[in-house]
């Protein structure tokens, strides 16, 4: 499975951003699908996870309520539209892809596109 970001930039506090991640081979309908950000100096933490099928969407506690994930089987891509973007949000984003039930611990996902970068100004 390869997977590509992309959407990323530079936003004022308050705004919003829509990422997208584009993947090829594996069979998409079957893959969970994640996003992970990784702020400089910091570990690479959780965002939100898609499931397959029906088995719904996670969150982390910090972007519920401003972010939603979403998936597009068509178009093979997942997205995650990103409101009220706050600085702490800045990071590098990146999209993952797993074969399996959803889950929040990068570890389980093995498969990695590159990252785009967020920046959100004060």
């Known amino acids: 499975v390869q997977l590509q970001a992309s959407g990323g930039g530079l936003v004022q506090t308050g705004g919003s951003l829509r990422l997208s991640c584009a993947a090829s081979g594996g069979i998409f309908s079957r893959l969970t699908l994640g996003w992970f950000r990784q702020a400089p100096g910091k570990e690479r933490l959780f965002v939100a996870a898609?499931?397959?099928?029906?088995?719904?969407?996670y969150y982390d506690d910090s972007v519920k309520g401003r972010f939603t994930i979403s998936r597009d089987s068509a178009k093979r891509t997942m997205y995650l539209q990103m409101n009220s973007l706050e600085p702490e949000d800045t990071a590098v984003y990146y999209c993952?892809?797993?074969?399996?039930?959803?889950?929040?611990?990068?570890?389980?996902?093995?498969?990695w596109g590159r990252g785009t970068q967020v920046t959100v100004s004060s």
């Open positions: 993952a892809s797993r074969q399996g039930a959803l889950h929040y611990s990068s570890r389980y996902y093995p498969y």
């Open positions: 898609i499931g397959w099928g029906d088995t719904g969407t």
